[in-house]
């Protein structure tokens, strides 16, 4: 971070001050030591001719000469000082201006002297850093465009092929065999899944290249959320779960009611997925601040801490068995994700290993018209790492970059184990109460939590316990 | 009376499959390679309805239905309405319809059952 700036700094860098007060020593011990002998060559030498008053005008003038020789030295010291700290100031400018990731900013330094290479130095630098941000973004475009001209291609002979396989299914050309319609319906299930596949793929290129389509319109959440639970009910159904709807009232807002439909209907397939018979989920909606947030909460068997944060990579299953068993393109959650932030929205997920777990998201009231490229592709997991490692570092110092490292080599960078441990320093001082409770919300925001509900979810922990004890 | 559609893609397996669908169905079908060949066929026959994939080499397609008059177009695109949209594609009148690929079968005859029933 940059220092505030004031006076002080200004004319007297650390160099600066060093230097001068160099000078200023050099500048007093070299006349001193001059006059010095000179005074004891003199007196030696003229004994007899030296008056008592000669001798104190000798004294003074000599401190004067100290004096003065010292204050120029001071005074040069200082201008020179000066001509090395100020482009060290304009170096330490320019490596600021590097990490802001402004690559094009150039120091121009004609010093004639090392400091002068060391600037070109870094011109050089930055140079080629620019052209490793500008392949960066090429290479991430290539990506992003290889992805959506790949799936448009794939997709194109899934047109023939899913007509001609439904012609025969629906006796196009002829009665079918039980056993012929049997494979046919084998192939077509599997053609559908790869299609969806490729869809998934198209939108996911749709995200990341900021293409996503939004249509905003007056939409009745509350209808929207009923509309989209009679859909499910086919799907919840075949696992006799039953689909609650715990909307609120809520007012009329400007949004788009099909995105916010498709990320309801993919957390919904997945709780499904994970609910075990004759579950229930329940689907909320509240007013906050200035956004809604929704809410799909089911009672299956939770996601692991460690999961939590994984469940929205792409093709991340918490078990390798059950996408096999599920079926699904392992992108639904990936998707969710984009979808929710191309609209400055938050997503995240709650969990407790068995005893199922809550997604969340949010949808600003104002809806966010220029959509900004977001890349869902990357783990998330490093990302996060990264940001609970500045946390730390900035909250506890030093003692934090050693900390962290031991919580990293015990795998417990999981939220639940961040907050456990955020306790432990309070309950032994490290931290005061109020820190720590800082602390603790800045790592739940890392997670993806939303900023304003963190601060009722006291309240809410009150009531989950309320509500478990009245079950008991 | 038996009502005409004229099937516009460039890929044969699309064309001959829809023709094999609508054939059954009882419609007489006529079939173009690309939107100058459509232009083409035009002259010669008068169709109830074309089916128009909106990506086809030669000359664009937002040039090609401009010159389509009276002339029911329902598109076929493997890209979403809402891209077609953007490229102003479905603001001409006689524009009825958009059938998402790829299409099921179903739906195909369906749709096309609306659009010539009407």
Redesign the interface.
């Given at each position: 971070m940059q220092k505030e700036f004031n006076k002080k700094n200004l004319f007297f860098s650390k160099i600066n001050r060093k230097l001068t007060l160099l000078f200023v020593i050099v500048g007093f011990v070299a006349p001193a030591l001059a006059v010095y002998y000179f005074y004891t060559v003199a007196v030696s030498s003229f004994t007899e001719y030296i008056f008592v008053e000669q001798i104190s005008l000798f004294n003074i003038i000599a401190i004067i000469i100290i004096i003065l020789i010292s204050i120029n030295a001071g005074i040069i010291g200082f201008f020179v000082s000066q001509s090395i700290s100020k482009p060290i100031k304009q170096l330490y400018n320019a490596t600021l201006e590097l990490e802001k990731g402004n690559y094009d900013f150039r120091v121009d330094i004609k010093t004639n002297d090392e400091i002068e290479e060391l600037a070109h130095a870094f011109n050089l630098t930055s140079e080629a850093l620019a052209k490793m941000e500008q392949e960066r973004i090429e290479i991430d475009n290539a990506k992003t465009e290889f992805l959506s001209i790949t799936s448009h291609e794939l997709r194109s002979p899934m047109t023939p092929m899913k007509a001609q396989l439904q012609m025969l299914q629906e006796g196009y050309f002829g009665k079918l065999s039980k056993k012929q319609k049997e494979s046919l319906s084998v192939i077509i299930r599997n053609a559908e899944r790869l299609d969806n596949i490729i869809a998934d793929f198209l939108e996911i290129s749709r995200i990341e290249a900021a293409r996503l389509k939004f249509d905003f319109r007056e939409t009745d959440i509350k209808q929207l959320v009923k509309d989209t639970i009679a859909f499910m009910q086919g799907f919840a159904k075949e696992k006799n779960v039953t689909l609650v709807d715990k909307v609120k009232n809520l007012p009329l807002i400007n949004a788009d009611p099909d995105r916010i439909s498709q990320v309801l209907r993919n957390l919904i397939n997945n709780a499904i997925k994970f609910s075990d018979e004759n579950n229930k989920i329940e689907v909320s909606a509240e007013l906050k601040n200035d956004f809604i947030l929704f809410g799909v909460k089911d009672y299956g068997r939770g996601i692991s801490p460690d999961n939590q944060v994984r469940v929205f990579e792409p093709f991340y299953q918490v078990e390798s068995s059950t996408r096999r068993k599920h079926g699904g393109t392992g992108l639904g959650l990936t998707i969710c994700r984009g979808i929710v932030e191309s609209q400055k929205g938050k997503i995240w997920v709650e969990s407790q290993p068995g005893r199922g777990c809550k997604f969340n998201f949010t949808v600003p009231l104002t809806p966010v018209i220029d959509i900004e490229p977001i890349k869902i592709l990357f783990s998330q997991k490093d990302v996060i790492e990264r940001k609970i490692h500045e946390e730390f570092k900035a909250v506890l110092g030093p003692l934090g970059e050693v900390e962290f490292n031991e919580l990293k080599n015990k795998n417990a960078l999981s939220k639940d184990d961040l907050i456990k441990y955020i306790d432990s320093l309070n309950g032994l001082y490290i931290l005061v109460p109020e820190k720590s409770e800082d602390f603790k919300n800045k790592i739940r925001e890392i997670f993806g939590e939303e900023k304003e509900i963190l601060a009722e979810k006291k309240n809410d922990m009150l009531y989950d316990n309320i509500e478990e004890v009245m079950l008991k | 009376m038996q009502k005409t559609i004229l099937i516009v893609d460039d890929?044969p397996?699309?064309r001959?499959?829809?023709k094999?669908?609508l054939e059954?169905k009882g419609y007489k079908v006529e079939t173009a390679v690309d939107g100058d060949d459509c232009l083409k066929k035009l002259n010669e026959i008068k169709p109830d309805l074309i089916l128009l994939d909106i990506m086809m080499p030669g000359t664009p397609v937002d040039e090609v239905i401009k010159k389509i008059k009276g002339i029911k177009i329902a598109f076929m695109s493997?890209?979403?309405i809402?891209?077609a949209r953007?490229r102003g594609l479905c603001k001409q009148e006689n524009i009825v319809d958009f059938l998402q690929?790829?299409?099921?079968?179903?739906d195909?005859v369906d749709r096309v059952g609306l659009i010539l029933n009407e």
């Open positions: - | 890929e397996d699309v001959d499959s829809v094999i669908i059954t493997v890209v979403r809402s891209e953007k690929k790829p299409f099921n079968v179903s195909l």
